[in-house]
């Protein structure tokens, strides 16, 4: 597996070897030992999510106050251009945010860490997007991000107006947002 470091310490790229031949491909998409061993981090997945948009789907900026999740993020299907905004007060990046453009031709992957909201916009006709999380989903903990907020200043390749769910459409700003220590 090759890592790749982002301009976030601790948000990764992380790309499996795949082998191919005639018949197609295999890679693994998740090995416990491979993955602390080349990132250094050692965590315990409880869940997988799997999601399916369409392009110009604009999901996000999530994240968890209580139960903050790590997510191991990948597309099955697709291209999706895949956001991180750090949310740890005590981090020299905070309020910064990073990004990759994960597709299914290339099969890379992203590691975000506990501490960040996350995100992404659908660039493909459509997106099956499959991530793995260090803790359980808990809606009373849920928090959203305003996807727009100026003063994070994410640049999404758009066209036009994202589609957005009710909640995302109502995130909150920055400045007001809960965040971590």
Known sequence: MKVIE???PGVLILEPKVYRDSRGHF???YNRRTFREATGVDVEFVQDNESLSSRNVLRGLHYQIRQPQG???RVVAGEIYDVAVDLRRSSP???KW?????SSGVRPMIWIPQGFAHGF???S???IIIYKTTDYYAPEHERTLAWNDRS???LWPLEGSPLLSDKDGRGTAFAEAETFD
């Not at 990073?98 to 994960?102: G, M, N």
């Open 6 to 8: 982002t301009d976030i």
């Open 27 to 29: 890679f693994e998409s």
């Open 71 to 73: 997510k191991l993020v």
């Open 93 to 95: 990046t905070f309020g």
């Open 98 to 102: 990073t990004s990759a453009i994960l």
């Open 121 to 123: 916009l659908v660039l």
């Open 125 to 127: 006709e459509q997106a």
């Open 152 to 154: 994070v200043g994410v």
